[in-house]
């Protein structure tokens, strides 16, 4: 599989475009400020004229713009979550492929290693829905403040603009400081949660020797260190906020005193324009909303947060070399298998083997050795799932296949995938063009037949196999591997969570099955290793 | 304890003494929300009244005569207050707030270990551990968004005043509708907001489940060619968390949506029933509601927070619960001989400094035994067969305080502690020595490794230990166990994970250290070099016991 140097989403155009609707629907928002500041110059100038009718013209208008920029920003949380979830579901379909690859080395680590991953693809929302979408709005939007403002008094607008310079300056001096902080300030927090949550993890043993009081102490003068190292790098993480909050008052209050000023006719200074008192409070009603989009966006910035070092993780997981997978061989037949001398690491640094063995065309060969010895992963190894790492493998007289028994094999492990639905079609999902019959008759082979005698054949279940035994979920993989119909079947402890008269049928049927086919089980169970034909023991 | 109580009152009453002890910059951060929003509140209202005043005047060829110097320096100073008022704010809210729960933390932790430990072990594990922490850090955003109810209420107080001024009408209006909002959004959290989010919940916690079943699934998904299906009820569960929290910031965004609505009506208002009142005074009124119904934002998103908030209390009370007290831990010193195990009337009888092989096949309760003697599983004399007792006295009849000072347990998956590596071996026991803790390394045979780091001892390790590999790890339990000092050494595939000459090294080690200080041993261990350790004395769980043994088993095996 080649490295991808991508982001896990570069936006496609078809997402972009989604965000462009968040987009427009803020800048929307920023609009709608104009029948806000239009309804009140209004009111206020026809207050001094003393027409109700005007004045009430005007207040409708200021009435009105509040449902409207209500479902204005409605829209642009729903578009930017719509948006978002594009973005999700395109990250989804990147990284669950190469979850599923690290599935069988990784182990338990796997699994947390997953759930991450999909709590990870969560903290994309924040980003496309709101981050994003607000970046490029507070880009636009003052300048259409700005604009509008400048309808009824072009210094005002220009006053406006005018303080972008300073904030520019500010931004970029406290604004970098700032970011920095932000981010210590993320690192410190997650310390913080980290600690206690650590600790609390530890609680076995730390009652076992009895140190729960040195503990706790320990706990609270160093979560009070880190939250005081915390505090000092929100006073410069602040900062940036309070530039941003300056120069949105400042806005107003120089828009405020120019305005009347003007009205006054007292500016120590010519301008080219003469302001009614409508058009004054237009413009002082639109100051308000100059800053409007870029302290929104400001509010964003831990979604940005989370959501860049999440999309890095993702990345990270997108670019780790992954196993070679090539695409499964044609099924054919099994001549047998040998191997000599073959050595598996399934995780850095653990290496089992050598072994040698053979596996014939027909015929039952047990795996056995302790907990830990390595027999799952051995047999990962003959499924072609792990690559060797020493030693040689060969396919009857043929070198072994790139794709070692994929397509030849069929396989029943630990753990079993289920899908919602019955039963039988769960069963069914290793042929899907079995015929019922040959379903029924797997199911009844794997010793599915009371569960079904007792439940009805629609017995129907969920993803999670809500109801069913340990030992029915093996024997639904077991009824797959069964049904799939291959020449060589790879068994994982296909004889765990039964009960003895279970295992017993189980196993009467796998010798029956090795009678014409290769059957390789990894087992502990006794009964099941005395029937074998061959019996490789792993140190 | 009472049982008429508030849930979450007592982890309510907890925090309330921790924050009191914060209260001087709780209470600056309140007086700075306070003059922040009067400050926003002031700039809108001053700078209307400042301009219609200016036209006014104007219109009545009277500019000359308006006092234009107070209010402008004024409308400055408010800009100025604003800012400032509102960092102080947020800074020492931040500094109550984290101050407090960095205490709140220690707090829980006793609460939870001075738990019976089958209980507290419950409760400290994966998931339970982390809703612990987001219900604490739901506590901190409480304290942080604190300031903003008081200065919600002053801002309103001088909105309404104002409106008032200019038309009594206007000013009830204007308190009609800041009294409406927070119910009204209170309302709609609980019929929009607390459905979805719980909703949404759910469905991340049944895609990780879908996902991390999928991954340990994945051998049969390659092979047996499930990828597509697999892919599909992925992308099923993927999309109802998708629909979830679309409801979910649909509906936070119409409660914040609220808040716009209500300024501009309450800007509407004031206008709409201002005729006859005083121009300026009325414009001024307008823009000072618009904007005091705009500082409610804080108030608003804190009352949509408090839902969780009290279900985390009440969760987080759970832990506090006084429960049954352990009998308290006495000076009196534990029995430690002779350790006597029966299985149908086979017994075992181990003196001062004995020791003993547990065997028999995965499953048969190997690990749960050294766990009931290490006092962190309940001894379950119908599940394995076997009873034990310490000095004539039975296993169960031993509070797991006193069982703790008999046995030290090296557990089989190693459990350490974020910190350095003293830091875990300072667990074993208080007042340790450098050069003890050095021995141990070396009878465990980790000395060189910790050698060779540059810090030695101080050297950190992440989240459980994260930096050392697994067999480092492994010794470094087994350096802990031999620190406590316990007459009996519990030991859980001490070896597994290490080389065979360092395995060698380790036994043989251990072998005399056992020797000379006279420690007794329990051992459970698959592979043979450590298994001489016992010199012989086994005792077989041939059986495997039923499912219920299997149970509660504290640490993962």
């Known amino acids: 599989m080649t490295a991808t140097t991508t982001l896990p989403w570069k936006p496609p155009r078809s997402l972009r475009q989604r965000m462009d609707v968040a987009t427009l629907l803020f800048l929307g928002d920023s609009l709608a400020g104009v029948p806000f500041a239009l309804g009140l110059a209004m009111a206020v100038h026809f207050l001094l004229q003393r027409e109700w009718v005007g004045v009430l013209a005007g207040a409708v208008l200021v009435a009105v713009s509040g449902p409207l920029r209500a479902v204005l920003q409605w829209a642009a949380a729903t578009a930017g979550v719509r948006a978002a979830a594009a973005a999700k579901a395109e990250a989804r379909a990147r990284l669950y492929p190469r979850l599923l690859a690290t599935g069988w080395t990784a182990g338990r680590l796997a699994g947390e290693e997953a759930a991450t991953a999909v709590a990870d693809v969560e903290m994309l929302e924040g980003l496309a829905a709101r981050y994003r979408p607000l970046r490029t709005a507070a880009v636009i939007a003052p300048l259409i403040v700005a604009a509008a403002v400048a309808l009824a008094s072009p210094v005002s607008a220009l006053i406006l603009l005018a303080t972008l310079l300073p904030f520019g300056l500010g931004m970029a001096l406290a604004g970098t400081a700032a970011r920095a902080a ?84 007292i500016l120590p200074f010519r301008v080219p324009e003469q302001l009614s008192l409508a058009e004054a409070f237009f413009a002082l009603a639109l100051a308000g909303e100059f800053y409007l989009p870029i302290r929104r966006l400001a509010a964003a910035y831990h979604d940005r947060q989370l959501g860049e070092a999440a999309e890095a993780a993702i990345a990270a997981r997108l670019e780790a070399p992954a196993l070679a997978s090539p695409p499964p061989a044609p099924p054919g037949p099994f001549p047998g298998l040998l191997a000599d001398g073959l050595e598996v690491e399934p995780a850095p640094g653990r290496r089992i083997g050598p072994v040698s063995l053979r596996v014939p065309a027909a015929g039952l060969v047990a795996l056995t050795g302790p907990t830990g010895s390595g027999k799952s992963s051995l047999l990962l190894a003959l499924a072609g799932l792990l690559p060797p790492a020493a030693g040689r493998l060969a396919l009857g007289e043929a070198p072994w296949p790139e794709g070692g028994l994929l397509g030849r094999a069929a396989w029943a492990g630990q753990a079993v995938q289920l899908f919602p639905g019955t039963l039988l079609e769960n069963i069914a999902a290793a042929r899907p063009d079995a015929s019922p019959a040959e379903v029924r008759a797997a199911a009844a082979a794997a010793g599915l037949g009371p569960l079904l005698a ?43 969570d039964l009960d003895p008269e279970a295992a017993a049928a189980v196993i009467a049927r796998l010798k029956a099955e090795a009678g014409r086919r290769a059957v390789v089980v990894a087992t502990h169970d006794p009964a099941l290793v005395a029937v074998a034909d061959a019996e490789v023991q792993l140190p | 304890m009472t049982p008429a109580r508030a849930p979450g009152a007592r982890v309510a009453a907890l925090l309330a003494v921790r924050a009191r002890r914060e209260r001087l910059a709780m209470r600056v951060a309140v007086a700075a929300a306070v003059v922040g929003t009067l400050s926003a509140v002031g700039l809108a209202g001053l700078s209307g009244w400042f301009l219609a005043g200016a036209g006014l005047a104007a219109a009545a060829g009277a500019a000359l005569l308006f006092n234009y110097l107070l209010p402008s320096a004024l409308i400055r100073q408010a800009a100025i207050f604003r800012t400032g008022a509102r960092y102080v704010e947020r800074l020492l809210a931040h500094r109550a707030a984290l101050l407090a729960l960095a205490g709140l933390r220690a707090d829980l932790f006793r609460a ?189 998103r804190a009352a949509t927070e408090r839902a969780r908030v009290t279900a985390g209390l009440a969760r987080l009370d759970g832990l506090v619960e006084a429960g049954t007290p352990e009998a308290p831990a006495q000076q009196e010193a534990p029995p430690a001989a002779p ?105 465990a045979g980790l000395d060189a490794v910790v050698r060779a780091r540059a810090e030695g ?101």
């Open chain 1, 182 to 265: 932000a981010e210590r300030q993320l690192a410190g927090a997650a310390l913080l949660t980290g600690l206690f949550v650590d600790r609390v993890r530890a609680l076995p043993m730390i009652l076992h020797f009895d140190a729960a009081e040195r503990v706790a102490r320990q706990l609270e003068s160093s979560t009070r260190t880190l939250a005081e190292r915390t505090l000092a790098t929100l006073r410069i993480a602040f900062v940036s906020g309070g530039v941003i909050e300056f120069f949105a008052a400042l806005s107003v209050a120089m828009v405020a005193v120019y305005c009347g000023f003007q009205l006054l006719g």
């Open chain 1, 454 to 496: 007792a439940r009805g054949e629609s017995l129907a279940i969920d993803a999670r196999g809500s109801g069913l035994s340990g030992g029915e979920r093996r024997r639904i993989g077991l009824a797959r591997a069964l049904l799939a119909d291959r020449p060589i079947l790879l068994l994982d402890e296909p004889t765990a």
């Open chain 2, 112 to 300: 939870l270990a001075e738990r019976p430990p089958p209980e507290a072990l419950r409760l400290s594990g994966g998931e339970a551990a982390s809703r612990l922490v987001e219900d604490v850090d739901a506590l901190e955003n409480l304290l942080v968004r604190r300031p903003a109810g008081p200065a919600a209420v002053a801002g309103g107080a001088v909105a309404v005043a104002l409106a008032g001024l200019a038309a009594p009408l206007a000013g009830l209006g204007v308190a009609a509708l800041l009294l409406g909002l927070v119910p009204a959004a209170q309302a709609m959290r609980a019929r929009l907001l607390d459905p979805a989010a719980a909703e949404a919940q759910a469905a991340l916690a049944a895609l990780k489940a879908a996902v991390v079943g999928a991954v340990e699934a994945a051998a049969e998904i390659r092979l047996m060619g499930l990828e597509a299906r697999t892919a599909d009820a992925l992308a099923t569960e993927a999309a109802a968390l998708d629909a979830a929290r679309l409801r979910f910031v649909r509906a936070e965004a119409a409660i914040a949506a609220l808040v716009t609505l209500g300024a501009a009506l309450a800007a509407a208002l004031v206008l709409a029933l201002a005729p006859g009142a005083d121009v300026a005074l009325a414009a001024g009124a307008a823009l000072a509601a618009h904007a005091a119904i705009e500082a409610q934002a804080g108030l608003v």
């Open chain 2, 339 to 443: 350790l006597v195990f029966r299985r149908r009337g086979r017994e075992v009888r181990l003196e001062a400094g004995g020791r003993l092989l547990l065997d028999g096949p995965s499953g048969a309760g190997k690990t749960r035994l050294l766990h009931a003697l290490a006092g962190l599983a309940e001894p379950d004399v119908a599940a394995s067969g076997i009873a034990i007792s310490l000095g004539g006295v039975p296993l169960a009849a031993l509070p797991p305080r006193l069982l703790a000072r008999a046995f030290a347990l090296a557990p089989q998956a190693p459990t350490l502690i974020a910190g350095s590596i003293a830091d875990n071996l300072a667990l074993a026991r208080p007042g340790l020595a450098e050069a003890e803790m050095w021995q141990a390394l070396h009878v």
């Open chain 2, 457 to 557: 001892l101080a050297a950190l390790l992440g989240d459980g230990g994260r930096g050392l590999s697994g067999g480092e790890a492994k010794r470094l339990a087994l350096a802990r166990a031999l620190l406590a000092g316990r007459p009996w050494l519990l030991l859980d595939e001490p070896t597994e994970g290490l080389d065979p000459a360092t395995e060698a090294l380790v036994v043989d080690r251990l072998d005399r250290w056992l020797e000379e200080t006279g420690t007794g041993l329990v051992l459970v261990s698959h592979r043979r070099p450590p298994r001489v350790l016992a010199r012989g004395t086994v005792l077989r769980l041939s059986d495997v016991p039923d499912a219920s043994a299997r149970r509660g088993s504290v640490l993962p095996a």
